[in-house]
């Protein structure tokens, strides 16, 4: 009989490790096919740039997406990590889905630091394969404002929905924390 395969969900705040553990985890021998919500919406947006009246339900298109990925674990045994830096998506809206049970669900975030530190991080931490890379300081200003405020909603709805929030940090220290649950995935 073959057996189950599991459908990890890595969702949060952006620059908090999400990809470097789905990498990780692709690259780990335990045969995990990744999908990427941020590729997926790129590639949709821009294919229906001629289409402007167009609207995409997120959170039906994620459903969707998801039942396919358990159906697979279930049937063949495939593993799957879905990793989105969606800021529509939360725990509340995991709540929503029939079929939760069924996912390993992990949201990245910061612990409580300033709008300032999660500036300095996403400044001092860029490499230039990241989306944020070269961005001028208005930007990176307004996109850590967005992430702090967003980093509050994820952390008060896993508390409250009972989702395991992981504060990433920065740095070795992240690197540390990634290690730990990259092992603990592999091990289970």
Known sequence: MQSKGKVIMLGGCPRTGKTTL??????SGKEFSKYSLDYLGEAIDAGLQDYKEVSINHFEFIKILLEKLIHDAEVYGINSIFDYC???FTPEDIEKLPFKDKLDVYFFGYGNIPVSEITYNIKHYAVPTDW????????????????????IILKEQCEKYRYRFVNTGVGDERNGILDSLYEEIVRE
């Open 22 to 27: 789905s990498v990780r985890l692709v690259k």
């Open 132 to 151: 944020i890379y070269g961005c001028d300081d208005d930007y990176i200003e307004a996109t850590a404002e967005r992430i702090y405020s967003h980093n």
């Open 86 to 88: 969606s800021y529509d």
